[in-house]
């Protein structure tokens, strides 16, 4: 019995004219040879199986052939192959330098192939560099890599660079359907075209997978069993999987996934399949793009024909749901539920784009509730959309809508009016903001209005600002009349100088106030009270100001002197700080004249302290609850 050789050893090619996929390498070589302009140091990089070391075996035996050479001559003797992945020391390429000094007995070169060049460590890199540089005029090296990153720029830069491309599934088909013509092999497209797929731009892979069907059939190779034996997902499931989306069936979409589980295969590996059967549907939609269809004319068919019943929204919508679930399925802990709550989202897909509004409809909607303002007409040069006709009976979608600002897929369908604000609250907020200009207008001719309280029932739609609302409710915690709060931001001379004109004699503690006559529409009721106007100020105040206000003593004499007791020398400063705004306040809200303001330190009237230890609380509650000592006192109780 014949000793059986592997397909890929057996039919590696001999000739350039024989190298499948890397015409463009095998032509650059060619012309080089005939042209005399050989180099003397080659980088051949690529893929795996792609031909590297055999175009690299085919220049060594070329470049050596004569017209008087035997053509069945392989000139052993010229052509040293060294494997770095072995031999990756600094003493492995000493050898080889002194092996480069002797000439060769016989042809003219001898050619040293150093196959996974990367793996060299750095000494030996460097040990090799001289030598690269300056070989012989009879050393020709060709270093062939897969990792080319992982190689020193200094060696890249002594090499003529040739890379390697991914051998394309027709050209690989059409390799394996020679192969099978000479060993007399019935093997159908669809099979080799899954063989070429499964490979992956390798040939090596591809003919040993070749082999492995060959000998499971026994000289025959049918779809079916490549699909079980190489372990891959058949494409139609996923044909079948698509027609349960379209028609909304989630049962049978989960019962599919999980008929998928059980034969063993990978979450990972049904939602790679399936983002691939939607990259598919999506450039058949498109006459151009047609070409660009990876798979046999079987195949090719189909997915022409089910395209037709997708509409484009429904395919690209799908296509990027099941990309996100791909993005999360690794740090998923629970990948099953990922998957399947993506099913459940495809088949509910179609229902939704058939609900979802339209641009135009947006449009109309938004134009309709702000009318001729500034962001309606922002939507004024928005796309008009051509709604498409399904090839679904019954039923008609929109083509897909591309909102603005919008990044995820399903959204641009999916979009409501709520999302995008089209309700009552931004018609009113549109008024507010037309309102606010043109109170600024006003508040620009005549300064003093701005002291005048807000009209808050007037059902314009304009809101209190955050601050505003946290004054109100300040006063209404404290039982003091909101209306009688005046709004004044003043916090500095320099805003108070600004409204009114005020002068402070300090040798007679006199004040004169003079203030423009403000709005009697608007102008707040003054109050006799001073306790009330002093509560109304501090809630103007910020809370720093607020806090310290509230531990100090005043009083209001029968000279219209109003004495402040402080507790400490630090409040000597906050209160100059205030006193313009403080004085400025009371006279605009306190109904009696206001002469002065005469700040003194003493001691401060303090409440009761609050219980901050265990042992003061205890005492407060006691204080509080009398009964609660004896009962202390009869469970022999005490604090720990």
Not at 31 to 45: G, R
Not at 63 to 83: G, H, K, L, R, V
Not at 219 to 243: M, N
Not at 502 to 520: M, R
């Amino acid at each position: 019995m014949d000793q059986f050789i592997v397909s890929a050893r057996k039919y590696r090619p001999t000739t350039f004219e024989d190298v499948v996929g890397q015409k463009h390498v095998a032509e650059t070589l060619m012309h080089e040879i005939n042209n005399n302009k050989l180099a003397q140091a080659f980088l051949f990089t690529g893929p795996r199986g792609v031909g590297k070391t055999t175009c690299a075996r085919i220049l060594a035996k070329v470049i050596n052939t004569t017209e008087s050479t035997d053509p069945n001559q392989d000139f052993a003797f010229n052509i040293f192959e060294m494997d770095a992945a072995s031999n990756s020391s600094v003493e492995d390429i000493r050898n080889l330098i002194d092996q480069v000094r002797i000439p060769p007995q016989v042809g003219k070169y001898k050619v040293y192939i150093i196959d996974e060049v990367h793996m060299l460590s750095t000494s030996a890199f460097n040990a090799f560099l001289k030598t690269l540089e300056e070989p012989p005029s009879y050393a020709i090296f060709i270093l062939a890599t897969t990792e080319k990153h992982k190689i020193l720029p200094t060696i890249l830069s002594r090499c003529q660079v040739f890379h390697f491309n991914r051998i394309e599934t027709i050209d690989m088909v059409n390799h394996l359907k020679g192969i099978a013509q000479k060993e007399g092999i019935q093997a159908d497209e669809d099979s080799l075209h899954l063989i070429a797929r499964k490979a992956d731009g390798g040939l090596r892979d591809a003919l040993s997978m070749f082999d492995q069907l060959v000998s499971f059939g026994g000289g025959k190779i049918q779809y079916e069993t490549a699909v079980e034996i190489l372990s891959v997902l058949d494409t139609e499931v996923f044909f079948e999987l698509v027609q349960f989306l379209l028609s909304g069936d989630v049962a049978n979409s989960l019962l599919l996934y999980d008929k998928i589980i059980k034969k063993g295969f990978d979450g990972s590996i049904f939602v790679g399949g399936l983002a691939s059967h939607f990259r598919n549907l999506a450039v058949s939609k498109d006459t151009q793009t047609e070409r660009l269809l990876d798979v046999s004319a079987t195949f090719k068919i189909k997915y022409l024909e089910q395209s037709k019943q997708c509409t484009f929204s429904f395919i690209l919508n799908g296509l990027n749901l099941v990309n996100e679930a791909d993005e999360k399925y690794r740090n998923s802990r629970n990948p099953r539920l990922l998957i399947e709550l993506t099913l459940m989202k495809l088949a509910n897909l179609n229902a939704m784009i058939q609900t979802a509004p339209i641009w135009n409809d947006i449009k109309k909607n938004f134009e309709a509730h702000l009318g001729s303002t500034p962001k309606a007409n922002a939507f004024k040069g928005a796309p008009t959309i051509i709604e498409e006709k399904s090839d679904l009976p019954n039923k008609k979608a929109p083509a897909v809508n591309t909102l603005p600002n919008q990044s995820d897929g399903l959204n641009q369908q999916l979009i409501s009016n709520d999302q995008l604000g089209i309700n009552n609250s931004l018609a009113e907020n549109e008024v507010a903001v037309k309102e606010s200009s043109s109170n600024k207008t006003n508040a620009a001719q005549t300064p003093t209005a701005t002291n005048a309280p807000e009209n808050k029932g007037s059902g314009t739609g304009v809101k209190l600002s955050s601050f505003e609302e946290f004054k109100r409710k300040k006063a209404a915690q404290q039982n003091i009349d909101p209306n009688a709060i005046i709004t004044d931001n003043s916090d500095s001379l320099d805003s108070a100088s600004k409204a009114d004109e005020i002068n402070v004699i300090k040798g007679e503690e006199a004040v004169a106030l003079s203030q423009k006559p403000l709005n009697e529409a608007k102008a707040p009721q003054k109050s006799s009270d001073i306790n009330l106007v002093w509560q109304n100020f501090i809630a103007t105040q910020t809370p720093r100001i607020a806090t310290s206000l509230k531990l100090v003593t005043y009083s209001m004499d029968e000279d219209g002197i109003l004495k402040i007791i402080i507790g400490s020398k630090a409040m000597e400063g906050l209160m100059e700080e205030i006193r313009i705004p403080l004085l400025q306040f009371i006279h605009k809200n306190f109904a009696n004249p206001v002469k002065g303001m005469e700040v003194e330190l003493g001691v401060v009237e303090q409440g009761e302290r609050r219980p901050y230890t265990d042992k003061e609380k205890l005492d407060f509650l006691i204080k509080k609850h009398p009964d609660l000592a004896k009962t202390i006192e009869d469970l022999q109780l005490r604090l720990p």
